[in-house]
């Protein structure tokens, strides 16, 4: 969790110096504007503006977000830059994922939030991008500079003056934590927290006081020097073998397909963004996995009508198709509609299955865990 400032290409602020980066390093980041260029205009001179310049620079051309009073003005300021697009979702833990999966298919993915009651709401999703290696940049809109280092209790937090709860919490699960509550020292925190996302292939923790983006600096007038880091050189060879190999076993699978239900309410964010995503449901019913690890009353849940659901979020507004399908037959209609007719169309198919059309492998699995949850204590 070491922090990296060597492995960015930047402006010194007081000098104007630019510094090069060590060892060599070039820069991965493709037409980026030069540091000679003409400045920037007063108005775009701002924190909220940099960042956003900055986050466009590394490829992350669309942010998830859900707002809240402490990120209001920096999402204006987000929002303003014309390369960056702010994909609205409906809770944090979402947004999170959903920048979880960004970074998986772009390499770099970003997710905005508010103080507290959002960060620690988003946290699971930054602690499971930790554990995948995704480098995820997390911006928090933090509470008011003025408010830092005073004995006032304010809403969003646990009802302490203590304003490190939040912090505390994700330096457990990002490598590098800036909190930005004077504008002096912003330009090289925001540079540091995105660089070492980049270098350690992990999220980082961005927290800006609320009252911070809107007001110009002249650090921020210039356009930023593009981040220099020596480029990732993926073994094409071992990489090759790796996707054969699992190819290989897919294909004597007897059943290959796992796949888990898609965050609900969130549906409603890809029918309104026009995504052209084909989600299937696997309605067993139920916890299978649990099941099988020890058995309960409480893994029986209440079924739900899923395409009914998506339908009544659809209402209407964009183009979505359902299915909901209980046999082979019914399913390859199903994907062959979701792949022709329908191919421009938001598509979700349910597939109905018993709720112990389970592999020998789970049933095996399931053995195996309840056996190691169940060991009595160690003597003492």
Not at 105 to 123: D, H, I, K, M, Q
Not at 134 to 149: A, E, H, K, T
Not at 229 to 244: F, I, R, T, Y
Not at 333 to 359: G, L, P, Q, R
Request: glycine share 8%.
């Amino acid at each position: 969790m070491d922090t990296v400032i060597g492995s960015i290409d930047a402006c010194n602020p007081a000098t104007g110096d630019i510094c090069r980066p060590p060892n060599g390093a070039v820069s991965t980041v493709q037409n980026s504007t030069p540091a000679h260029s003409t400045t920037i205009s007063p108005c775009d001179a701002t924190l909220g503006r940099y960042l956003a310049r900055r986050l466009v620079e590394i490829g992350v051309t669309d942010v998830f977000s859900v707002p809240g009073d402490f990120n209001l003005t920096l999402l204006d300021h987000l929002i303003a830059e014309p390369s960056l697009k702010l994909i609205g979702c409906c809770n944090e833990l979402n947004a999170g994922y959903a920048a979880d999966g960004y970074a998986r298919s772009r390499g770099v993915g970003a997710c905005v939030v508010t103080f507290t009651v959002g960060g620690l709401s988003v946290l699971n999703a930054i602690a499971g991008a930790y554990s995948e290696n995704l480098p995820l940049i997390c911006i928090v809109g933090g509470p008011n500079s003025n408010d830092y280092g005073t004995s006032r209790i304010l809403h969003h937090t646990i009802g302490l003056p203590d304003f490190t709860q939040e912090l505390r919490c994700f330096q457990a699960v990002t490598c590098y934590q800036a909190v930005i509550n004077n504008l002096e020292e912003a330009h090289e925190l925001i540079d540091t927290a995105i660089s070492t996302a980049l270098k350690e292939s992990k999220p980082v923790y961005i927290s800006i006081s609320c009252n911070l983006p809107a007001i110009p600096m002249p650090t921020f007038s210039r356009h930023p020097v593009p981040f220099s880091l020596a480029p990732k050189v993926s073994n094409q060879m071992g990489l090759d073998a790796a996707v054969e190999a699992a190819a290989e076993f897919l294909n004597k699978a007897v059943k290959p397909v796992l796949v888990g239900g898609p965050k609900m309410r969130d549906v409603s964010t890809m029918i309104r963004c026009g995504q052209k995503t084909i989600i299937f449901l696997i309605n067993n019913g139920g916890y299978t996995i649990e099941v099988e690890i020890h058995d309960g009353p409480y893994n029986v849940i209440k079924n739900w009508n899923y395409t009914a659901f998506v339908e009544a979020i659809h209402n209407g507004e964009g183009k979505c198709w359902t299915a909901k399908v209980r046999c082979e037959d019914e399913l390859v209609k199903a994907i062959s509609t979701a792949t022709n007719e329908e191919k421009e169309s938001f598509c979700f198919i349910e597939v109905i299955v018993h709720k112990d059309d389970t592999s020998k492998e789970l049933l095996e699995w399931g053995s195996r865990v309840s056996a190691a949850n169940s060991r009595p204590p160690n003597p003492q």
